[in-house]
DNA sequence: ACTATTTTTTAGGTTAGTCTAAATATTATT
DNA sequence: AATAATATTTAGACTAACCTAAAAAATAGT
């Protein structure tokens, strides 16, 4: 299993969640800033591992067994954020970078006892879950903070866009994992919200609150 | 910088310990189990972006640059070896394979406050020293037991071999570094060694005595 | 000093992973 | 249903990193 393919069954996974149908090479292409034209060799050769099904023009969806290798290489980046952040006092917009080479460390030893080190964190620093050595994977309850009506409290526990932009707004904010935020109220117009953050008052877009999950309490 | 390009610079900086002339195509090849005219071709490469010096049939020797790289390739596998040993119970025939992968992750930030979590260690788990991040190395003073005169008292300090094999030989015979040695005598016919190691009585080879590294006290 | 052996380099070929440009299939529009 | 637009695949080319086999240089043996 080289980087290049561990990568693409990772995008590959990342695009099959909701989407029940088969991922097209132009989606996976974009995902990883390649060319559809190299998509179309490495899907064909993944397909003759086993890893994905595919039929010419028909897109690709992951085997059980592509699953589980996207599944362990998901379970090791997020393993590694939360070492980043916990152990080495890394900020949550710093760890992903680091974290995509981590995660292409192979040994399985090494994943398991790092979990332990970490006592078993079921979550990353942006809140998505983690998978267990045999994939398993906690189904968490929350939504976008955008499909929330105006008038509900809720807490916020993760987020969407996980990029360092995204995540240093939200610094500066004071918007962290588990901030309880009321929404005051919501603008017809441009979908902007007027939130309460720790008795702060704020009015953020429809971008930002499409990138944010919560839980309503 | 590649992984081939790092692992190269490695095998240069570790063969040119001791040797004072250029580095051979062969050595290295031998080294890094491949071909001598693919090391030709990688260290014709390497000369051209500074990092060693070359000239055809005169053998190749590290730049400043160069090696400063290979220290810091160095320094991050030796690191991370404690690290793996310290903080998540592997035992020393462990850890090597594991640093090999980790020995190329890129971030400078990453490897400093792994030092610092580590807190500071100045040698890894053979008993070889871990350069600090702007290069600088602790010579300490050691020699091999297969050159110490019998009568003498010395302490295991490191190995020279750390193959899991050898080390898992040092394990049965419950020797491991910090372990006093008495040397009882010498065997002139094949220059074996009668050791007493926390009170129990052994003979060892030369060739095991040839891969440990001991201080005098 | 000359020849034989060994070492090293060069020449040419392979595979993985990428690309551009051209061909083909699918989907949307009239 | 035919045509236009878009998506996807194929063809051919490139680079990095390796290889084998042949050529050339260095070293050793007489
Ligand atoms: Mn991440
Ligand atoms: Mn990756
Ligand atoms: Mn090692
Ligand atoms: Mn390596």
Redesign the interface.
């Known amino acids: 299993m080289t980087y290049s393919e561990e990568n693409y069954l990772k995008v590959i996974y990342h695009l099959s969640i909701g989407s029940s149908k088969g991922i097209t090479t132009n989606a996976i292409a974009n995902e990883m800033e390649s060319k559809p034209s190299s998509v179309t060799d490495m899907v064909q050769k993944l397909a003759e591992k086993g890893l994905v099904i595919y039929k010419k023009y028909q897109g690709v969806s992951l085997t059980d067994n592509g699953r589980f290798t996207a599944l362990m290489i998901v379970r090791k980046h997020r393993l590694w954020e939360v070492f980043?952040l916990e152990?080495?006092?890394?900020s949550w917009d710093?760890v992903h970078?680091?974290a995509e080479?981590?995660e292409h460390?192979?040994?399985e030893?090494?994943t398991d006892?790092?979990e332990e080190?970490l006592d078993f964190p079921t979550e990353d620093p942006h809140g998505d879950p983690i998978p267990d050595r045999e994939g398993k994977i906690k189904k968490v309850d929350k939504k976008l903070l955008s499909e929330v009506e105006a008038g509900k409290k809720v807490i916020c526990v993760g987020v969407k866009d996980s990029s360092p932009a995204f995540l240093q707004y939200l610094d500066k904010q004071q918007i962290a994992l588990g901030s309880a935020i009321d929404i005051i109220a919501k603008e017809d117009f441009d979908m902007s919200l007027t939130l309460r953050v720790h008795d702060r008052q704020m009015t953020v877009s429809n971008k930002i609150a499409a990138n944010l999950f919560v839980k309503t309490v």
Request: hydrophobic share 50%; glycine share 0%.
């Open positions: 980043l152990k080495l006092d890394f710093e970078d680091v080479q981590l460390i192979k040994s030893k090494l006892k790092l080190f």
